[in-house]
């Protein structure tokens, strides 16, 4: 009775040990992956650094070296110095001119726009609403620089009315569905800032001789940009869009968001729909197996 | 101790920059690949315009001299 008394006892003591190590080593890997996660941050700082500075720091290393040979040009008197100097300080200058005042990697905004979209995806599949998003003519609207679409619940392209819609409601009745800011809408509005026009006032010739040149060239937002018009329907072909992986993420991992289109594409319906002032939907959506191509067709409803 | 270049050697100086920067401006593609050095090609542009203006100026000036001192 005494030995099996001792022998529990030792037991007890054996586990009280094991417990003992354990929270001991427990609490050794907690403080190992502090440390980790401290040090990984340091790096990510350090990497951050080195990612944000190397035109500045190819700038400031080409200046001061030109600056230098100007100096022993002057001393020696030395032509070739002199020339070599010049073009240093010059092409230094110059790096530091034509570095753009922000850079932003294209996933850091893909991250922070998906979230959103995700929401909204969200939303609307729990309301189960599986109809078509029209995107409405901004006579409908009261402001013109605002835009809505018109998620309706089924399969339908009823639109509804000028009231309706001026009211600002969002959930609507009579036909039911819900009206949405569309996701395209601020690159839309950065198009018309740029272009210094409104969509609204300016015509579809326009939009197909100046909309390449302001996505490809000064926005470099796509390599190229195609826009087809053919009765009701106008096509669009962009390659390699900047938007192509947040698109292709879009088509993957939502249900609704998918049906209003990527950013991009959702811009170019509100542009169209401001230019020809009809109500339209995106009828189809194709990208290449390569994800390079996107090919987008608008269908425009009757006013 | 004087600077060694001329009015001239500079005009030489600058042809020869403002050809290649109206040529790289030219060749730079809206996708220029994963660079480290990040450039905004408008500013590129309108650097290699000016050049090529100032460029022009050189021009002028010797032409201006050859018809009216020679």
Known sequence: ?303 | MTFPLGFWDIGLWIAVTAIILLATSELLAPYYGRTSLVIDRKRMRLAALALGIVFLIFVAIRAAGIILFE
């Open chain 1, 1 to 303: 009775m005494t030995n099996e008394t001792s022998s529990d006892q030792e037991d007890a003591s054996d586990l009280q040990q094991l417990e003992d190590r354990s929270i001991d080593r427990i609490r050794e890997l907690t403080t190992d992956i502090n440390d980790l996660e401290q040090e990984k941050e340091k790096l990510r700082l350090k990497l951050l650094r080195y990612e944000r500075r190397p035109s500045s720091t190819v700038a400031y290393v080409l200046i001061l070296t030109g600056a230098c040979s100007l100096v022993f040009s002057v001393v020696w008197t030395s032509q070739i110095l002199a020339f070599i100097g010049l073009g240093l300080t010059f092409w230094g200058a110059l790096l530091l001119y034509a570095r753009p005042k922000k850079y932003v990697a294209s996933e850091l905004v893909d991250s922070t726009a998906i979230s959103a979209i995700r929401a909204l995806d969200q939303i609307v599949g729990n309301l189960g609403y599986v109809g078509t998003p029209i995107y409405l003519s901004p006579m409908t609207l009261k402001d013109i620089k605002d835009s809505r679409m018109f998620l309706p619940a089924k399969n339908e392209t009823t639109i509804p009315t000028g009231e309706t819609i001026a009211s600002g409601t969002i959930m609507v009745e009579q036909p039911e569905g819900i009206l949405l800011v569309p996701p395209g809408l601020g690159l839309a509005n950065l198009f018309e800032e740029k272009l210094r026009v409104r969509f609204a006032e300016v015509d579809l010739d326009y939009l197909k001789t100046r909309l390449p040149r302001l996505l490809i060239e000064d926005l470099d937002l796509v390599e190229d940009l195609e826009l087809h018009e053919e009765r009701d329907t106008v096509q669009i072909k962009m390659k390699e869009s900047s938007y192509a992986p947040l698109c292709s993420q879009i088509r993957r991992e939502t249900e609704a968001a998918r049906r209003f289109g990527c950013p991009l594409c959702s811009a170019m319906a509100i542009a169209l729909a401001r230019t020809t002032h009809r109500p339209l939907v995106i009828e189809q959506e194709e990208v290449s197996k390569d994800a390079k191509t996107t090919v987008t067709q608008y269908r425009m409803l009757p006013e």
